[in-house]
């Protein structure tokens, strides 16, 4: 048809186009093993007495959709029928002139414009894809050509505004959809995955989906779409965890998601061997993955040889078994005929055909039917033949099972009778020393400290208890007491246990580090003092720990960690989850608690190296707390940072702390106890100093303590006399140096003795103020 033609109406007699769908249905039904017979045929009119009537198709030999193998032959025969016809158009001939479109739109408007400019004119054209089709349509309205598709399906199609003179014979792709969600609903699936080839028909199909699937209560959780290489798209399915899967795409590129593509050097890129995986290599298929393709791929599509995949047949075979795909019925299965005695047609609001849905599934490498829906009625005929895999349908997503990762309990076992057999000790010790405290041993060792040092250990040993405590031993309502029972038994069994320690430390620094004017009242410092420092360290702690515990309460959090598939080949994901005590603002006040034990750890780690080297009697035992502090200090001090490292792992983070507090209270209790202990069982002083206070009536007297304080007092007394004396010294060697002048100026000196000996002068007799050196030593006697 040249561009002066005249052009055809939209308005074609109306026989023409019925005899044309009545011609076209059969190529669908032509597959079915229920094809009604044609019309008996008569003979026509002899060929050059009626006029021939020219149609251009395109039909779709090759590429995604090769469905002109099929169609062709069908409406050559259909053709055939309405020629051999007298009670339809008995003056005319139909004849058709067809070229291959490859499912290409570039290839078709090559063909397209073949068909409009050279004669004869066609007064209708046949395009098959919807792709193809789309671009037929948009062309032909502007010649007012009637365009009659058999095969076109895209849903886009059905706008009369963009395509006003487009008719189609073949339903909607969207008549998919109903069928779709309502084998969802039957499975129980509430999630499901998309991936598409980017063309309209496919575009739109899907957005039609997403509003159908979201009004049923379904989500589509992941939606990918490709243009050639569907690698990416498969690879992120395979990330996301996606499990239903809807695949909207050609057969050709169909292949290429079940299969890995080999990328070809052609293009210059230097891929040469190298290959994007796919669903086989990705393994998304088998019991886990449920896969709905389209239904007019040919029977044995990933049988057909492809020399663009790298599969075999029996890869592809494995990759697709099971997989559901969802086909339009064009002849009604119902014992139903219509007009033409060819099956019931019915159409919807918007001119778009409505049908049954065939439903089957590639069972053993062969499709099986498993039924049929008719959306008009929401009606599913289910036959039971569906086989699954795993024995059932999949769950849509991997199911979660939420498991928590508890204290290993022969750790704890282990901790916790260490931990017991200290309290034992911590008891055994302050047994002694309150029994003992008479002992003037004992009391110069400020027993009272030692007795609240032991009582701070058996707090932090009697810690580990509710540190061990999880959900294995207690419910979630009873996890909220045991963290604050952690929190309040290590924060005083520190204040007391540690803070007394400190107080001895700093007094015996205060004492005999400082000034001598300032030493003797320190000396005297009064019991009652120490224990208002320690009182002063304690009140600190409650203080704090109040504030805490009123203003932000510890309380029971999760930690979830990375899935984990199970040992067993089951369709299930573990989720591990770790208990933890913490509060909101956790890291503030873990900051103000550390800053503030961690300042009192270095600051008695000074004071004990700074008073190594002092020896008093006031408390005994001051080197011993020195060493205890040592290690108490760094204990804490490399416990402390790497249990909030290892917070995540229970058992390494339960071992650090609790055997930090083990070793540093058995550590403390056995520097500070054992050798007073041992000192009093081997030398009996507990004997001696009884003995002693029955016959004196008091054992201060032959105390060591009294003896140095009067050595002291003495030695005092003797550099008091010493400065005496040597200032008298350097006075009477002020006036020997003044008698000397004076005597030298009076006699002035006498002259050489001309024998060349020295001069000679008068003898002088002795001066009376000389100091010899017995006079000298009765200065210092």
């Known amino acids: 048809m040249g561009p002066g033609a005249p052009s055809p109406q939209v308005g074609w007699p109306l026989p023409l186009l019925v005899v044309m769908a009545a011609g076209v249905a059969p190529m669908w039904a032509s597959h079915s093993p229920h094809l009604p017979r044609p019309h008996p045929r008569v003979p026509p009119h002899p060929s050059s007495e009626r006029r021939a009537v020219y149609i251009g198709a395109l039909f779709p030999m090759s590429g995604g959709w090769p469905g002109g193998q099929a169609c062709q032959p069908a409406v050559e025969m259909a053709l055939e029928d309405v020629n051999s016809r007298r009670d339809i158009l008995p003056d005319y001939e139909l004849k058709l002139i067809h070229h291959d479109s490859k499912c290409d739109p570039g290839q078709a408007t090559k063909y397209l414009y073949e068909l409009l400019y050279n004669d004869p004119i066609k007064i209708i054209l046949m395009p098959g894809c919807s792709s193809v089709s789309t671009l037929v349509a948009e062309a032909a309205r502007m010649w007012n050509l009637i365009v009659l598709s058999y095969g076109s399906s895209s849903p886009a199609l059905s706008n009369r505004q963009r395509f006003p003179t487009f008719f189609r014979t073949h339903p909607s792709a969207t008549l998919h959809n109903p069928t779709r969600v309502k084998l969802f609903e039957k499975w129980g699936w509430k999630k499901i995955a998309t991936i598409q080839q980017t063309t309209e028909v496919f575009t739109s199909t899907l957005d039609d989906l997403e509003e159908r699937v979201k009004e049923a209560g379904i989500e589509i959780t992941f939606r990918q779409s490709f243009f050639s290489d569907p690698a990416v798209p498969v690879k992120n399915l395979k990330r996301q965890d996606a499990r239903i899967i809807v695949g909207l795409f050609y057969e050709t590129e169909a292949r290429k998601v079940f299969c890995e593509v080999e990328l070809e050097s052609v293009e210059g890129g230097g891929l040469g061997g190298l290959f994007a995986l796919g669903v086989y290599k990705e393994r998304l298929f088998g019991k886990k993955y449920v896969w709905f393709l389209i239904g007019w791929y040919a029977d044995n599509w990933f049988k057909i040889y492809d020399p663009s995949i790298n599969c075999t047949v029996d890869e592809m075979t494995e990759a697709v078994e099971g997989h559901i795909t969802t086909e339009i019925v064009m002849l009604n299965p119902a014992n139903t005929r219509s007009i033409s005695n060819m099956g019931h047609v019915v159409f919807d609001a918007s001119g778009s055909r409505m049908a049954w849905t065939l439903i089957e599934q590639l069972q053993g490498g062969s499709y099986k039917k498993i039924g049929y829906y008719d959306s008009t009625k929401d009606d599913l005929s289910w036959s039971k033949t569906d086989k699954w895999i795993g024995g059932s349908p999949p769950a849509d997503q991997t199911l979660v099972i939420k498991t928590f ?93 540690y803070g007394s320690m400190f107080t001895k430390i700093w007094w015996v620094h205060t004492v005999f580090t400082k000034k001598e004017e300032k030493k003797e009242w320190r000396k005297t410092l009064e019991p009652w003092k120490l224990y208002a420092t320690v009182g002063l360290l304690v009140g600190m702690d409650v203080l704090t720990l109040a504030i805490w515990q009123i203003v932000d309460p510890l309380h029971r959090t999760i ?223």
């Not at 508890?406 to 029994?435: D, M, P, R, T």
């Not at 933890?580 to 608690?593: E, Q, Y």
């Not at 700074?610 to 760094?634: C, F, L, P, Q, W």
Request: net charge positive; with cysteine.
């Open 559 to 781: 930690e979830t960690f990375a899935k984990e598939e199970p040992k067993e080949d089951i369709d299930v994901s573990i989720l591990p989850q770790l208990e933890h005590c913490s509060s909101r603002k956790m890291n503030t006040w873990l900051g103000i608690f550390y800053g503030y034990k961690g300042l009192l750890l270095l600051l008695g780690i000074f004071l004990a190296y700074e008073t190594k080297s002092v020896s008093t009697e006031k408390i005994n035992d001051h080197r011993a707390v020195g060493m205890a502090i040592y290690n108490v200090a760094v204990l804490c001090l490399i416990t402390a940072p790497v249990t909030m490292i290892l917070s995540s792992q229970q058992d390494a983070a339960f071992a650090f702390a609790s055997l930090a507090i083990v070793f540093s209270s058995y550590i403390t209790l056995v520097v500070l106890f054992v050798p007073k202990m041992r000192r009093l069982i081997t030398r009996g002083e507990w004997q001696s100093e009884a003995q002693d206070t029955m016959k004196t009536g008091s054992s201060t007297n032959n105390n060591e303590e009294e003896k140095s304080r009067l050595l002291e007092k003495e030695n005092r007394e003797l550099e008091k006399i010493i400065a005496e004396k040597e200032e008298r010294v350097s006075e009477l060697r002020h006036q020997l140096q003044s008698r000397q002048q004076l005597r030298s100026r009076r006699h002035p000196p006498t002259p050489p003795d001309p024998s060349g000996g020295l001069p000679r002068g008068p003898a002088e007799p002795p001066d009376r103020l000389s100091c010899d050196g017995s006079r000298v030593h009765l200065l210092y006697k």
């Open 405 to 497: 990762r508890f204290l290993s309990q022969k750790l704890f076992i282990s901790v916790s009778v260490l931990s017991s057999l200290g309290i034992v000790l911590a008891v055994v010790c302050l047994s002694f020393n309150i029994y003992n405290s008479h002992v003037r041993y004992i009391q110069n060792s400020q027993p009272n400290l030692n007795n609240l040092t032991a009582v701070g250990c058996s707090l932090a040993l009697a810690a580990v208890f509710p540190l061990g405590l999880d959900g294995y031993h207690i419910g979630r309502n009873q996890f909220p007491f045991v963290c604050q029972a952690r929190l309040w038994l290590l924060g005083l069994g520190f204040s007391l246990g």
